[in-house]
């Protein structure tokens, strides 16, 4: 049978990297975006629309008879300060109930939330993260982490009802692609164009989009009706993300600021970046997640969905490059000196 993939937030980092994994060729693919935004991918027909209007929404899921219709649902805000807006609220989880009860009334055949690591209750620095199966944003830290949370069990909810509807958990993830303003892509571009002031002592989980993107599209596949899987890689120092990236595409030594230095700081960054008219990348919370535990493990996905993440070298490489490509840094100027960017 032919199959329909739609991918709400289709101009996103994560949504638009599916789309470009997704053979065109074999299946037909919807992208949602929202009003004013411009579609930018050949071979995806794009609708316009807003989660957090249903009625919006409904061109999306008609006229697809004959066809299995699987949702990828990665559209939402990605915050990292530590209070749940309203705009965030509804969104991510009213945004969320909205896509799953149009799964519910057109019958689809499959539905992959994308949550979050965050939405994970972080336990003991010593215990090694594994997947749940409840949710509550009482549990979790921050904004973000509280949406997802909820999101998540409203969608293992429906799970549990009947909807065929399987949960991914993404870490921190890095990679080419993005035209959104990813907080940890900003972070290289930062460094490489010279206007990130000072490194943090701290790291997390960092996973390319791209494997991240396969990960979604073998849950839709392979995964188990209400089961999560977490889409990881493995612990990086945020210095040697930077170091990394020096490597590859140049850039000045900062300083690399201890964790309780960097929180009395915070203050007079954030002053700082909105004095320069950009968005602070060292919040509160941001500083909370480069220490909290993040030893996530991917055991359960590998097994069951035959997921792989590729070393972080190439990630940065590729990321770089795309950049270059893209024309954010003046001239282009980037040396590679680790081989061919596999973009």
């Not at 509804?90 to 909205?98: A, L």
């Not at 499959?110 to 965050?118: A, E, G, I, K, P």
């Not at 993830?173 to 035209?179: F, R, S, T």
């Not at 993107?213 to 889409?231: D, T, W």
Request: with cysteine; charged share 25%; hydrophobic share 35%.
């Amino acid at each position: 049978m032919n199959r329909t993939y739609i991918i709400t937030g289709a101009n996103g980092h994560l949504g638009n990297t599916i789309l470009r994994t997704i053979d065109k060729r074999k299946n037909q693919v919807r992208g949602l975006i929202l009003p004013g935004e411009n579609p930018y991918l050949a071979g995806v027909n794009y609708y316009f629309g807003d989660v957090t209007n249903p009625e919006t929404l409904r061109p999306l899921f008609e006229n697809t008879f004959g066809s299995e219709v699987y949702v990828i649902h990665t559209a939402g805000i990605i915050s990292i300060e530590n209070n749940v807006s309203e705009k965030l609220r509804q969104v991510n989880v009213g945004g969320t109930k909205n896509i799953v009860d149009l799964c519910k009334e057109y019958k689809v055949k499959r539905l992959v939330y994308v949550s979050s690591v965050h939405a994970i209750p972080e336990g003991e620095k010593s215990e090694t993260l594994t997947e749940i199966s409840h949710f509550s944003p009482d549990e979790v830290i921050g904004g973000y982490a509280k949406t997802k949370a909820e999101a998540t069990q409203i969608v293992l909810d429906a799970a549990k009802e009947g909807l065929n509807a399987v949960v991914v958990h993404p870490s921190g993830i890095l990679g080419p692609y993005d035209n959104s303003g990813n907080h940890l892509v900003q972070l290289v571009k930062d460094y490489i164009k010279g206007k990130l002031p000072a490194c943090v002592k701290g790291g997390y989980d960092f996973v390319d989009v791209r494997d991240v993107a396969a990960g979604c599209l073998l849950a839709a596949e392979k995964g188990r009706q209400g089961e999560c899987y977490i889409l990881s890689n493995r612990h990086y120092e945020i210095k040697d993300i930077l170091a990394l990236a020096k490597t590859i595409g140049g850039g000045k030594r900062i300083p690399v600021l201890p964790m309780w230095m960097a929180k009395m700081a915070e203050p007079f960054l954030r002053k700082a970046a909105e004095i320069r008219k950009r968005r602070p990348l060292y919040t509160k919370y941001s500083l909370h997640t480069l220490t909290a535990n993040d030893k996530f493990s991917h055991e359960k996905a590998t097994k069951e969905l035959g997921y792989h993440p590729r070393d972080i070298k190439t990630t940065i490489a590729d990321t770089l490059f795309y950049i270059r490509r893209a024309g954010v840094l003046a001239g282009g100027k980037l040396q590679h000196k680790s081989g061919k960017s596999s973009c």
